[in-house]
């Protein structure tokens, strides 16, 4: 089975993407061709949304719909467009209007623009600090960092990093354990300034192996063999020094940053 979905946001989309793609999740049975129309600030692009939206019927199927619009008027344009339109703003917003005692601003994009710009300037010096933190690329003001993630090369360190700034506004620092530090199963002594921050991932070795291949596909590198070697040495060093890791074998990026932002009390 196949469905046209689409999402709808007088912002980025990010919301009614997120959320519609979590409902979606529920329905693996079928397979959804998804749009995102972004910036849908006015009746002229909101009649531009409806058009697209109509063209997708022609193989007979009515298509699916997310919206977050706070503008009422063009909530109703988008809403005459098919059958399934889902409010997803609209559902909560009376009852928590009534649950608050107040109307809410009815402001488009309040998540993800700039309305805080401390908050903002926050995320992109939490950007900046994970950038120039990667992959052991800077050790200076390593103590700085909220986390430093350690772990064999291509275990997931870097986008989670990334991910833990972007979502999260956290400075972010990964470490690669490289051979001199398997060998010994000692802390490198440059993460001694921060070691209460240090997280670890670990992974299996035949997913690390296929990924390594992808990026190398020759040489001892990506072997199974060097793989469980380093996996088991990087373990090894997590246990003994009491540096709490998790395995992301079977774990999204999105999932490991929450997982470790639990287990470290970061807020």
Request: net charge neutral.
């Amino acid at each position: 089975m196949k469905r046209d979905v689409f999402f709808i946001s007088d912002r980025t989309g990010i919301t009614a993407e997120n959320l519609g793609a979590s409902l979606l999740t529920q329905f693996p049975n079928i397979q959804f061709n998804r749009t995102n129309i972004p910036f849908v600030t006015n009746e002229k692009a909101a009649q531009a949304a409806v058009l697209a939206i109509r063209q997708s019927k022609k193989n007979g199927v009515e298509p699916i719909v997310f919206s977050t619009l706070t503008d009422m008027a063009t909530q109703t344009i988008i809403k005459g467009s098919c059958a399934h339109v889902f409010d997803l703003f609209g559902t909560f917003v009376e009852p928590l209007e009534e649950a608050l005692g107040t109307e809410s601003s009815h402001k488009a994009g309040r998540m993800h623009g700039i309305g805080d710009t401390n908050a903002y300037d926050k995320r992109v010096h939490a950007l900046n600090f994970t950038l120039g933190h990667d992959d052991g690329l800077s050790l200076r003001n390593l103590n700085d960092a909220d986390i430093v993630l350690i772990g064999v090369s291509r275990c997931g360190k870097t986008p989670t990093c990334l991910y833990l700034a972007m979502q999260y506004s956290l400075k972010a620092a990964n470490y690669p354990l490289i051979q001199d530090d398997l060998v010994g199963s000692t802390l490198p002594k440059s993460l001694d300034s921060c070691r209460g921050k240090l997280y670890g991932l670990t992974i299996e070795a035949e997913q690390l192996s296929r990924i390594r291949k992808e990026r190398r596909p020759t040489g001892e590198y990506s072997t199974l063999s060097r793989c469980q070697w380093e996996i088991a040495r990087a373990e090894k060093l997590f246990i003994e020094e009491q540096i709490p890791f998790i395995d992301t074998t079977t774990v999204s990026i999105e999932e490991m940053a929450a997982i470790a932002r639990r287990d470290m009390k970061l807020r």
